[in-house]
């Protein structure tokens, strides 16, 4: 913040370097704010629509003032002094300009809450077991923390056919209880009544817990990212 000169006059070159170097710092701040939205939120970009309108709203406004102070600069290119009143309204420009980005902080700070740490994490498969026989519907059951308190975090139960190279196999939700257990039922194949042919083949069943929105029944190539993955492997249908 520029101090209040006792004189009416303001040393030209020493004005315009402190100047430039606000322009500079305010722009670079503007931008990792905004860049932060995207890397701090990667799984939440579909769902935070109006918080991003919101932080746009912001960062033009600080932009528009920018665009003043540069005004300013193009007056101070023609000229060799500058008055009291003057150096009072970049002050007001740059005081303005730092609650701005007061806003955004206090917004940013006010958004969806990141995923705990990944200490805070725990994800625990009880049943099934590797190297289990399994049916074709089969319950699974863990334990888990740090999931059903963050609204961001969505627990999935995928299974993966070895056979047939996959996909993955996106299976209904589990339920997660407040104390952290949870429960849900896995496919491992086809109707046995139809396709008897699939006893005897090899699944993998992993349970992971990621920001992303999947739906059941849906087929995914890769895992997709995650926090945290607990996976069974070598299950064999009956």
Same mark, same amino acid.
């Given at each position: ?37 995207? =890397? ?73 809450? &990141?995923?705990? &740490? ?20 089969? =319950? ?20 993966? &056919?070895?056979?047939?190279?996959? &996909? ?71």
């Amino acid at each position: 913040m520029l101090g209040k000169e006792t004189g009416k006059e303001m040393g030209r070159k020493d004005l315009v370097a402190i100047l430039g170097v606000m322009v500079a710092i305010v722009s670079v701040i503007v931008g990792v704010f905004i860049y932060s939205v995207d =890397s701090r939120f990667p799984g939440l970009h579909d769902s935070m629509g109006s918080f991003r309108t919101g932080l746009t709203d912001q960062t033009t406004a600080v932009k528009l003032d920018l665009e003043r102070i540069e005004k300013v600069f193009a007056v101070l290119e023609q000229r060799m002094d500058i008055t009291t009143k003057e150096a009072g309204d970049i002050n007001l420009f740059l005081s303005d300009i730092e609650d701005r980005l007061g806003e955004i902080e206090q917004t940013l700070n006010q958004s969806t809450p &990141p995923p705990p &740490p990944p200490e805070l994490l725990s994800l625990v498969m009880f049943h099934p077991q590797m190297g289990d026989d399994v049916d074709w519907i089969t =319950s699974v059951s863990g334990n888990s923390s740090g999931i059903v308190t963050n609204t961001t975090l969505n627990l999935y139960l995928l299974v993966y &056919p070895v056979e047939s190279e996959g &996909p993955w196999f996106v299976q209904n939700r589990p339920s997660i209880n407040p104390d952290g257990s949870w429960f849900g039922l896995a496919y491992f194949g086809r109707n046995p009544d139809i396709h008897p042919e699939d006893v005897g083949d090899q699944f993998i069943l992993s349970a992971i817990v990621a920001t992303v929105n999947l739906q059941p029944g849906e087929t995914v190539s890769t895992i997709p990212d995650n926090i945290y993955e607990c996976s069974i492997s070598a299950l064999i249908r009956k």
